[in-house]
């Protein structure tokens, strides 16, 4: 856990331009089990590490590292990002080694790419049996970083013609888990000709994704 401590300590100085040559800090892909694709989404990462650096003056490396839910490599991501279509199942270690990781200052963003929602709140359930997913409301600050977003998680791509939400996982007063559902932010992210979509969305996808990168690793860190 002191590992985690000190890496979102060296994000912070990025963030106060103390580090500004530094460009070892990546943000994590969740590699799971259980069948889902972790993999989709190849380049939602790299543009948005790339988005970071041009908006909030980060200085991210691009290159998309894939770590393993039970391994102790989670610990070198202060940041991590999981996505799928579905099938994500949890072994107690590996629930045991994302809590510990959650709770030593990580971060973990899941993006349901449309069917994993089924999978995520059971696993969640197994990381953290004592809390329950919340639903944010709109004027909570990861909402409100660099970018405004009134009326919370901006729509990308249509599921089920439901409205998008953001749940949260918070331990002991820190929001360690963001949940965004029908949305595809990460979608969002992907290079331009992978789905296409109009500018205003990529761009909005990119926006709430800076803004949780910065609400993470800016407002809401551990608590010594």
């Not at 107690?92 to 080694?97: G, R």
């Not at 709770?103 to 349901?112: M, R, V």
């Not at 992978?194 to 407002?219: S, T």
Request: aromatic letters at 14%; hydrophobic letters at 35%.
């Amino acid at each position: 856990m002191e590992k985690v401590r000190k890496i979102i300590t060296a994000v912070l100085f990025m963030f106060s331009g103390l580090a500004a040559g530094a460009q070892n800090i990546k943000l994590g892909s969740l590699v799971y089990s259980g069948g889902g694709d972790w993999y989709a989404n190849p380049t939602s990462l790299k543009n948005l590490a790339n988005f970071c650096n041009e908006q909030l003056h980060t200085n991210f490396d691009p290159t998309e590292a894939h770590v393993e839910i039970g391994s102790p490599e989670i610990f070198n991501y202060p940041f991590l990002h999981m996505t799928g279509h579905g099938r994500w199942a949890v072994t107690d270690a590996e629930a045991q080694n994302l809590r510990k990781y959650l709770e030593g200052g990580g971060f973990l963003h899941i993006d349901d790419n449309y069917g994993l929602d089924v999978y995520v709140r059971p696993a969640l359930k197994k990381v953290f049996p004592e809390l329950e997913l919340t639903e944010l409301p709109f004027d909570y600050p990861v909402y409100h970083q660099k970018f405004n977003f009134q009326n919370g998680l901006p729509k990308i791509h249509e599921h089920d013609g439901k409205p998008p939400k953001g749940y949260g996982l918070i331990y002991k007063g820190r929001l360690v888990c963001f949940y965004s559902y029908e949305t595809d932010l990460g979608d969002g992210w992907e290079d331009f000709d992978v789905h296409h979509d109009p500018a205003e969305k990529h761009l909005a996808a990119l926006q709430m994704g800076a803004n949780l990168i910065q609400y993470v690793f800016a407002n809401n860190q551990v608590k010594l």
